[in-house]
């Protein structure tokens, strides 16, 4: 969907654990570079090169890649995107997750535990073989290296100006961006989309939800005429009002 001149979601949807999901990175571009906010689940990389060339942008001008943060689902593609890249890709991320993505530190949500109970929510008709290497993949995520790392506030001069915002509580260093020239805010899963009301961040899946809800006061300080969420899409219309509201909860 485009949003404005360079920018708009990549709808990415596929059946993970035995249901269907879909997904919404961001793509930004001009005339010189290429940006991917978010990296999707692991394999998912013919998807968004598809999606991507909906837009008339080849996945071959892509030159930067921003994670939100270090959930599987963000960050699952990303290695697949850098090895199947003709040229240099730049990754960033806060200095929080950094060594999340890269490895050096197990992912905080993929637990021991978790990869046992991921088991048995799988499909029961799942081949053993794909049973096996979900596991696999699962205690053994894909990681890539993060070449420079995100402050709060910085800003961004390309493709109409991006604004690092640090919105933790999801995950310890998630960040959400603002796009100057649209006024889109690029919520990752600081905030989520349901039934098509914008809510606050999904309190299953936030690691501290007291500081989440926190994080969303940052947010009323921008002019935003349209919030992409990873999940649930996009919303337009009163979305200051209601970021408001969210955040005085």
């Known amino acids: 969907m485009i949003i404005a001149n360079g920018i708009a979601t990549l709808e990415i949807s596929a059946i993970i654990m035995g249901k269907k999901d879909t997904i919404y990175p961001t793509l930004l571009w001009d005339k010189d570079t290429a940006i991917l906010v978010d990296a999707c689940y692991p394999g998912q990389l013919p998807l968004i090169r598809e999606a991507m060339e909906q837009t008339n942008v080849a996945l071959d001008k892509l030159d930067t890649v ?14 697949s995107i850098l090895k199947e890249s003709p040229r240099k890709i730049e990754v960033l991320a806060s200095e929080v997750e950094r060594p999340y993505i890269q490895g050096d530190k197990r992912l905080l949500k993929l637990t021991a535990e978790a990869v046992e109970q991921a088991d048995a929510m799988l499909p029961p008709d799942l081949p053993e073989q794909l049973r096996t290497a ?13 070449d420079r790392t995100l402050a709060d506030g910085e800003e961004l001069p390309s493709c ?19 796009h100057q020239s649209s006024k889109t805010l690029i919520a990752g899963d600081a905030m989520v989309i349901a039934d098509g009301e914008l809510h606050g961040p999904n309190p299953q899946y936030s690691l501290d939800m007291d500081t989440a809800i926190s994080s969303l006061k940052k947010l009323t300080q921008f002019e935003i005429d349209t919030v992409i969420c990873y999940h649930g899409g996009v919303i337009q219309g009163n979305v200051n009002e209601r970021i408001a509201r969210l955040a005085a909860v």
């Not at 921003?66 to 290695?79: M, W």
């Not at 979900?134 to 205690?139: E, G, I, P, Q």
């Not at 991006?162 to 998630?174: A, E, L, Q």
């Open 160 to 178: 109409g100006g991006i604004i690092v915002i640090d919105t933790p509580g999801h995950t310890p260093g998630h960040i959400s961006l603002y």
């Open 66 to 79: 921003i994670l939100t943060h270090q959930d599987l689902d963000h960050i699952g593609s990303l290695s």
């Open 134 to 146: 979900f596991k696999a993949m699962l205690a053994n995520p894909p990681q890539a290296q993060v």
